[in-house]
């Protein structure tokens, strides 16, 4: 049942939804992803898996709908871009603190406000930092390519459902709006009630029918010292993800001495550029964050130690580079070069970047 | 192989749709290829674009900073792209609508008169792959029968009655395109 076909990378993300097995997504349109949910109306899942698409009166009510149906175990997301994501916001913590597992796709624009359509990388800060109120994060996806479009949907279920914790795919309009070759595997089942019941009867609202006590999904808790102990469960839990789920490509880093850190389709443009680079016989290597929370911090310190200069690649205006600062120290440079408001760099301009604030300043 | 180009002009004119046979096209002869488009307000009226790519090896970036080759089908996406096609480039307009020509001496210029060529049968809908045909016959890329198959590929299954004359007006854009001196 594998099979290839060309594919926009919002198209993908709902044929991804049906064969992972997704219960339920909700969503409201939104420039430039409106083709996940436009795809999801066309597919008509209810009438082969069952799973529930639904378009709700607005991004808060579709995140709430994420919640409800996520306290029952089920598999279910919902997409929009930048603005509609802040509105989320609220709806996020609430998932996060009564640690429910559920996916959510930003295929970003640019901001601030309600901004412009066109692609950015200018939620960086808000996916990795500052989802919403509270100490709490979110596993964030950053894919670079339809295929990765396709893979993160159930990466992406596979690691809210382990953690119970939301995940988020960072992407944005280049991504969305591009169509490349994919490759879809075989479709997965949904999961049945008895299995909900069987491996997530402990926390999912199943109905108790006797035998178990009941389950109480809630983010509310009035005593501060029992509060602290949520804490200190949720920091206990983010501890173990930044352990074990760090994930992220190197690209001709061994003989680097320039390194550029990118991620999604920042990165894609970076990658060109290496081979530029390379082709004028600099020995350029790129990192690229597949995860940004948790972030691949000890590669880049490790890197660190043989390079020259970082330069970091973002469509925003720097907001990445704070990690790699952190990660490198102050011992050699951590530049930045990126636009903004939907502008979407060259390679060449990037090259020229490149050259311009790290090659010729300390080769 | 590689291909990195642009196909420019007027929401409507059936770019991005060109763009997305030539993709099929690929697809269809085992290449790598990416179709990246301009979308939102642009579609609805004022100028549209896609890039796209054909490669045999993986592609980094969906994004150029130069073209290959460059089909150019209004006169404001000639004045945006003519200098962005990379030298020993191809350069190809329908020359309806265009005040100022193109005057770069370093690429090979190609003129191809599809508008008039489809008020004469009366039918503007073939405008697009009249036009790739022209391309076809100057950058033949990809094998006719592909492109045959990446038309079908592209198209919806109520449009499949169209397709003998896409065909036959590829055949024609591949007669009718003419070198500029």
Known sequence: MKE???MKGNEVIAEAAVRAGCDGYFGYP?????????????????????????????????INMVYGAASCGKRVMTSSSSPGISLMSEGLSYLAG??????????????????????????????????????????VL??????????????????????????????????????EKVMLS?????????????????????????????????????????????????????QKITEQEVRYEEILCDDAEYFMVAFGSAARICSKVIEMARADGYKVGLIRPVTLYPYPSKVIAQRAQQAKGFLTVELNAGQMVEDVRLCVGNHIPVEYYGRMGGMVPTPGEVYEALKDKIINKLK | MKEEMIIAGFGGQGVLSMGKILAYSGVMQDYEVSWMPSYGPEMRGGTANVTVMISDQPISSPIAHDYDTAIILNQQSMDKFENRVKPGGILIYDTNGITHHPTRKDIRIYTIDATEECAKRGNSRLFNTMILGGYLKVRPVVTLENVFAGLKKSLPERAWKSLPDNEEAIRTGMEIIREQI
């Open chain 1, 98 to 139: 009564a640690e429910l597992p559920c996916l959510v796709l930003n295929v970003q624009r640019g901001g601030p406000g309600l901004g412009t359509i066109q692609p950015s990388q200018s939620d960086y800060f808000l996916a990795t930092k500052a989802g919403g109120h509270g100490d709490f994060r979110m596993i």
């Open chain 1, 142 to 179: 950053a894919p670079n390519s339809v295929q990765e479009m396709y893979d993160f949907v159930s990466l992406g279920f596979e690691l809210a459902f382990k953690y119970r914790n939301p995940v988020m795919m960072l992407s944005d309009g280049v991504i969305g709006q591009m169509m």
């Open chain 1, 30 to 62: 939104i420039t430039p992803q409106t083709e996940v949910i436009e795809t999801l109306m066309e597919m008509k899942p209810w009438e082969t898996t069952g799973m529930v698409v639904l378009q709700a009166e607005s991004e808060i009510a579709s």
């Open chain 1, 186 to 238: 075989a479709p997965v089942p949904r999961m049945t009630d008895e299995y909900i019941k069987e491996h997530y009867g402990d926390w999912a609202l199943t109905g108790k029918f006797g035998g178990r006590a009941g389950n109480i999904v809630t983010s509310l808790e009035l005593d501060p010292a029992i509060q602290e102990q949520v804490n200190e469960k949720l920091q206990a839990k983010y």
């Open chain 1, 4 to 6: 290839v076909r060309l």
